[in-house]
């Protein structure tokens, strides 16, 4: 005897009821409105392998909404996902659990991407679903050939972050991208009209999308209109029209649902009005038997998929599987190894900026897996090679992306893009817009994934664009993001080096921060040096008893200032620190060696002093910035705040002095 899918349903209604009154937090209504069109959603549409979480042609789902997390924790348990058990759900929001407030890409099979900041989700979905039509047009339809659905609430709608996201995955045609969105009205102040008043549909609408809405409690209804959907070569919105907290008699269809445990009695009552007379945490055997032959069902499809790839040829098959893992090529270091032999012969002033596009000229021949792009400053950036050729809407073979003036559309594409698997992306825009980029750096660090910011014009020393696009704070607040390298490399082999590192730092985000100005070649060896995040790159010419730390452009300041304390009978070494964070995990007697404790310390840095102190220690000084630019040729700038040679000088005595 079949089981009504309505009771299906139910099921996720009543384990969303019951495990956010436990934890006395959470939210119930979105789980409770949503679970018709998720129930349609996993057993009719959805391709996925419970017992193969990681299957490369699974669909994506994305859970947008992220507090509505009960959603898809209890997806996860019903259709049989071995790590999510029902102990996890009477855990939820506890201390250990993997049932996080909202959902946590890492915590537990089955969830594809960390979501919770609104919107996020669905631009990661937009990069999952571009993912998918790059692998496509390398590898074939016959391995890479599937869906990406997103499940979002109004509040991911208002979020600005929704109209680049939108509007790229419109312009891009991403017609297998599937947004179920849950339109029940209601946000967390009430009703959703006390502050928005948008026609979402025309508006997706005119970013080129497929737009139809539906009953979200009619299961026909929502499954015709997921099929139309996917006949569709546009990406899609679907709107839903659901009651939040759907069954809660007493409190459905109001903000009382929505991030809030029920109570007791109004538990007791929805069980009652649903016909759910089960006690806590219990799905009948026969409803339970139905989900988890939903989640049977893939094993057939990830089986046909395996035959699939091996009829591949040889080396197609393997360039796949090295993709999907994220495992870099034997030998791909050899392009630029030659590049810095190269550079050393010719000693070229170069700004980071281009020695970037220089290293990655050596570099993207031997990963092809490397997705570029640029938010309209490609010929800023320099992030674009001459090799690339553009990712177009239904020509998908290329490997830049235009993301035009989206610079947060585009970082929390490349998540989604790097969570989805078989590509590298990189993106550039000026350092003082990662303001704009900010949320998504955060959840690239949260969740560990490889993404490269290319963040170019880099101080004060892009002139006279002004103190608007000078970032002065931008490095002292990206270092104290955990897990996340920031380089400044300060002149063309050192920017090689740092794309290495970047490239092999597989568990979290870089930053590559990049000047305008051009630098001297101040590296006189090909052997690698930036690893370990600061070395010293000038020696002293006795025991130091100055030790001047720099990063980027002001490492050639550092230098002359070296010369001239040198030639005032003052012994001093210059350290390069393109990477604080890498030196930070060194250990104390290599951190010591660098840097060593009986020296003064002099610190310089086209950007705020904040965090030098840290090097320095109370017998030091720190030359950098202390409040905002200005706009002037770069040089005028560097004489006017300061930041000089003879300044350097000045603080390194006054220190001695002092000591």
Request: hydrophobic fraction near 40%; aromatic fraction near 6%; proline fraction near 5%.
């Amino acid at each position: 005897m079949s089981v009504d899918p309505r009771e299906m349903a139910n099921a996720i209604r009543a384990l969303s009821m019951d495990a956010v009154q436990q934890a006395n937090s959470g939210h119930p209504g979105m789980p409770m409105g949503m679970a018709d069109v998720a129930t349609v959603l996993f057993s009719k549409h959805l391709s996925f392998d419970p017992r193969r979480p990681d299957w490369p042609n699974r669909d994506r789902f994305v859970l947008s909404a992220g507090h509505g997390s009960m959603l898809l924790y209890s997806l996860l348990y019903l259709t049989g996902y071995a790590d999510m058990t029902i102990d996890e759900l009477k855990n939820f929001r506890q201390l250990g659990a993997r049932t996080a407030g909202h959902p946590e890409y890492g915590h537990a099979t089955g969830i594809e991407t960390t979501t919770g900041p609104l919107g996020q989700g669905l631009a990661n979905a937009v990069g999952m679903a571009l993912a998918e039509r790059i692998l496509a047009a390398r590898f074939g339809d016959e391995v890479v050939d599937h869906y990406t659905y997103a499940i979002a609430g109004d509040g991911c709608l208002m979020e600005g972050i929704s109209q680049e996201a939108l509007s790229l995955a419109g312009h891009l045609k991403l017609g297998k991208l599937i947004v179920l969105w849950d339109d029940n009205g209601i946000s967390i102040d009430g009703a959703v009209n006390l502050a928005c008043s948008d026609d979402q549909m025309a508006r997706f609408a005119a970013s080129g999308w497929h737009v139809l809405d539906c009953n979200g409690h009619d299961h026909k209804a929502i499954a015709d209109a997921i099929s139309a959907a996917k006949n569709e070569p546009r990406p899609s919105l679907i709107a839903c029209k659901t009651t939040i907290g759907y069954g809660a008699p007493n409190k459905q269809g109001t903000a009382a649902t929505h991030g809030a445990p029920l109570g007791d009695e109004e538990i007791e009552a929805a069980r009652e009005h649903l016909g759910w007379p089960h006690e806590p945490f219990t799905v009948p055997d026969d409803i339970l038997d139905a989900w988890r032959l939903v989640g049977a069902r893939g094993a057939s499809k990830s089986a046909a998929w395996d035959v699939r790839l091996a009829e591949m040829d040889q080396e197609r098959h393997e360039n796949f599987k090295r993709a999907m893992s994220g495992r870099l090529p034997e030998g791909w270091t050899k392009g630029l190894d030659a590049h810095i032999s190269h550079l050393l012969q010719e000693k070229s002033n170069v700004a980071t900026r281009k020695a970037s596009q220089m290293a990655l000229e050596a570099i993207q021949p031997a990963l092809p897996e490397l997705i570029g792009g640029s938010a309209d400053l490609t010929g800023s950036n320099l992030t674009r090679t001459g090799s690339m050729t553009p990712v177009q809407a239904n020509d998908y073979a290329g490997s830049y992306v235009y993301y035009g003036i989206r610079e947060h559309g585009m970082a929390a594409a490349m998540n989604g893009m790097a969570l989805h698997g078989g590509v590298i992306p990189y993106g550039g825009t000026f350092l003082v817009f990662t303001d704009y980029c900010r949320p998504s750096i955060r959840l690239s660090a949260l969740m560990g994934k490889r993404v490269i910011y290319v963040m170019t014009h880099d101080s004060i020393g892009l002139g006279e664009d002004g103190p608007t696009h000078q970032p002065v704070e931008h490095l002292a607040s990206l270092r104290a993001m955990p897990n996340v390298l920031v380089f400044r490399p300060c002149d063309a082999i050192e920017t090689a080096e740092c794309w290495r590192l970047a490239l092999e730092h597989e568990t979290g985000p870089s930053i590559m921060a990049l000047s305008r100005q051009g630098t001297p070649l101040l590296r006189k060896e090909a052997r690698p040096q930036s690893q370990k995040g600061a070395y010293v790159i000038d020696q002293a010419n006795d025991t130091a008893k100055v030790v001047l730390i720099a990063t980027g452009t002001e490492v050639a300041l550092a230098v002359e200032a070296k010369k001239q304390l040198q030639t005032d009978g003052v012994p001093t070494s210059v350290v390069s620190m393109p990477c604080a964070e890498l030196f930070d995990q060194q250990d104390a007697d290599y951190r010591n060696s660098i840097l060593p404790p009986d020296a003064v310390k002099v610190a310089v840095e086209a950007a705020s002093t904040y965090g030098w102190e840290r090097y320095v220690g109370d017998t030091g000084a720190v030359v950098g910035m202390t409040g905002f630019g200005a706009s002037a040729p770069a040089p005028q700038l560097y004489d006017f705040f300061g930041i000089t040679a003879a300044q350097v000088v000045k603080a390194a005595k006054d220190c001695l002095d002092k000591k």
